[in-house]
Structures are given as C-alpha cells and as structure tokens.
C-alpha cells in the first residue's frame, strides 16, 4: 500500500501558498489652513505659553520643535521642507540621529522621532512623485509656526482602559 501524498504546500519543487496582505487605506483628505488665522482655529489651552499676551507658541512641544529645524538652514541637507512648504523630508536619516535628534530632542534614537511624527498625525506620501516619502499635516505649513498650536496628538482611548473580565470596557461608574 503506498503512503498518502503530502499537501500540496508540503515537498520539494511545491509553492507555498501566499500570506494575506493586509492593505492599509490612509485618508489623505486635506484641508487648506495656509490662509487661516490662529484666532480662528481651537487651540487647547496647553499648547499656548500663559501669560503671553495673547496665544504664542509652546517651542517645546514636538511640532513647533521641529518647525524650528526645518526651518533652520543650518539643517537644510538632513531634513528640510519640500518647495512648496507644505511638506517636508529626512535627507540624512544618520545625521538626523547623530547631530539633530540629540541637540534638540530627549529621545534617543531615530525610531522614537518617527513614532513622534506619526503620534502626531503627520502622514507620508508612498506615492511615485516629487513628495514621495514626504510627511505632512494640513496644519504643519512653512512660516506658519503659529498654526501647530492647533495640533494634537490623536489619542486611541480604547487602547489605553482596562478590560474587565467580560472583556468590555469598564465604564466610569466601575
């Protein structure tokens, strides 16, 4: 009697079958602010320095930080805005570890600055084209520095309750 055939993804010379893809969909909707005013935007009361009069820029928030460096020519072959000024780019991700990330950031390694820019809501273009591989966010523009006041990190609430043994939420009155 002979031996059952093996499947056909098992032997030698056989494919194996493909792992699903999972395709991610990012909205690239966007909203011109270029033409907006801070006073017109909704800006937390944490983003504002207090006491200044009026709103003016927290420079040690994360997006005003980095507005500073891209617009600092000093840093202009390591990461820099696209011509535009609506997005901008790493040229040198090993200079950007080596002489930006440590001068003007706690973090310590080039990983932590991008989950910063993704924690952020920054968006990357994939896309063939002059932007591929720039980031953006619809109130992230050159010379408007102003308007990351109105920037916040998205914050995934449902991530970050505790679970109750039925495995649903706990509410506020547990």
Known sequence: MSSPSPPPHEGAGAKRPRPEVKVSVIDHTYRDF???????????????VPGAGGPRVNAELFP????????NPEYYKIVRWKPHGRAWSVENRELLERVVIP??????????FYRSVNGWGFKRLYSAGPDQNAYYHELFLRG?????????????????????RTGLRRSNSD
């Open 64 to 71: 005003a930080k980095l507005h500073q460096i891209l617009s």
């Open 34 to 48: 270029s033409r907006t005013s801070i006073e017109d935007l909704r800006v937390p009361e944490n983003r504002t």
């Open 103 to 112: 001068k003007h950031f706690s973090m310590r390694d080039v990983k932590s």
């Open 144 to 164: 408007k520095i102003e308007l990351t006041m109105a920037m916040s990190r998205p914050v995934n609430p449902g991530r970050r309750l505790p679970k109750s």
